[in-house]
């Protein structure tokens, strides 16, 4: 099992940044597939960012592109989220995930963090 707990959440005006980080537990977390995900009220959950095992590869969801970095240290077994840039609609709860190499569902989250962003 692997244990997701977030941190860095907050209120920030359009504009401003935040740096989400989610520290893993349980097992290391290096041959994961690690992510964030964001759910903003009355919408489904979707995902915004995701860094393979090596860190090399990485994908962004398009509203995202260009303000957000995701990032991963599996020494420390974390992943973080650098958000810039950030506007009114970005203002969800966001999920740290993991699943296993090659499989499609997202097998372990975290609790998740709010993130408010007034304009």
């Known amino acids: 099992q692997v244990q997701l707990v977030e941190s860095g959440g907050g209120l920030v005006q359009a504009g401003g940044s935040l740096r989400l980080s989610c520290a893993a537990s349980?097992?290391?977390?290096?041959?994961?597939?690690l992510g964030w995900h964001r759910q903003a009220p009355g919408k489904e959950r979707e995902i915004v960012a995701a860094?393979?095992?090596?860190?090399?590869?990485?994908y962004y969801a398009d509203s995202v592109k260009g303000r957000f970095d995701i990032s991963r240290d599996n020494a420390r077994n974390t992943v973080s989220l650098q958000m810039r840039s950030l506007r009114p609609e970005d203002t969800a709860v966001y999920y740290c995930?993991?699943?296993?190499?090659?499989?499609?569902?997202?097998?372990?989250w975290g609790q998740g963090t709010q993130v408010t962003v007034s304009s």
């Open positions: 995930a993991a699943k296993f190499r090659g499989e499609n569902t997202w097998t372990f």
């Open positions: 860094v393979m095992y090596g860190a090399s590869t990485t």
């Open positions: 349980g097992r290391t977390v290096s041959n994961f597939v």
